[in-house]
């Protein structure tokens, strides 16, 4: 069974930074890309950050020099490091992983990611 569990959310002050991790098991996910999304309360679950096979990265205009995506493959892990955070960051985040192995390039909708995380809070006061 394939699980994707994140941590590292929180309460966080306007412009200050959280790091949130995604571990995964059940699949070896180094030949995948995996992803973060969003969704704020009362809206749809935005892409935010993909990283693929080849650690190609793409990012939301949103996100765009404040977050960065990187992973680990030897430990299965995908993180999200997010600095500068502004009250409109405020979201539930997710970690999302491919459907299959060794697809490139962009994937910005659900229906582009098969293996979904739980959700992490992450709030950002003003």
């Known amino acids: 069974q394939v699980q994707l569990v994140e941590s590292g959310g929180g309460l966080v002050q306007s412009g200050g930074s959280l790091r949130l991790t995604c571990v995964a098991s059940?699949?070896?996910?180094?030949?995948?890309?995996m992803g973060w999304f969003r969704q704020a309360p009362g809206k749809e679950r935005l892409f935010v950050a993909r990283?693929?096979?080849?650690?190609?990265?793409y990012y939301a205009d949103s996100v765009k020099g404040r977050f960065t995506i990187s992973r680990d493959i030897i430990k299965n892990t995908v993180d999200l490091q997010m600095n500068s955070l502004k009250p409109e960051d405020t979201a539930v985040y997710y970690c999302?992983?491919?459907?299959?192995?060794?697809?490139?390039?962009?994937?910005?909708?659900?229906?582009?990611?098969?293996?979904w995380g739980q959700g992490s809070q992450v709030t950002v006061s003003s």
């Open positions: 999302a992983g491919d459907r299959s192995s060794f697809l490139d390039g962009g994937r910005y909708q659900e229906s582009d990611y098969e293996y």
């Open positions: 990283i693929t096979w080849q650690s190609h990265k």
């Open positions: 059940g699949r070896d996910f180094s030949s995948s890309g």
